[in-house]
């Protein structure tokens, strides 16, 4: 699954278009590299978003093509 829908499925950012930017604004790393919204995500990845002065790293648990509110939470894990 794409790295922009991943993160739209499982509601760490809310639209589509707005993942797509914050790719393109190199904000979010995968692995510790910058990802591109075309990144394939598998589960394991390590995703980091920058949010102004907030970061949040997540670790991919699974991945699905739609989840309800209640099940997306369970598609990763937050790393403090």
Known sequence: MRLDKY???SRLI???TVANDACDAARITVNGKPAK???Q???GDIIEIA???RTMKVEV???AEHALKADAAAMY???S
């Open 37 to 39: 919204a075309s990144y």
């Open 51 to 53: 949010f102004g002065q």
């Open 14 to 16: 809310k639209r589509r």
């Open 77 to 79: 894990r937050e790393i």
């Open 41 to 43: 995500v598998k589960t």
């Open 7 to 9: 993160l739209k499925v």
């Open 61 to 63: 648990l699974a991945i």
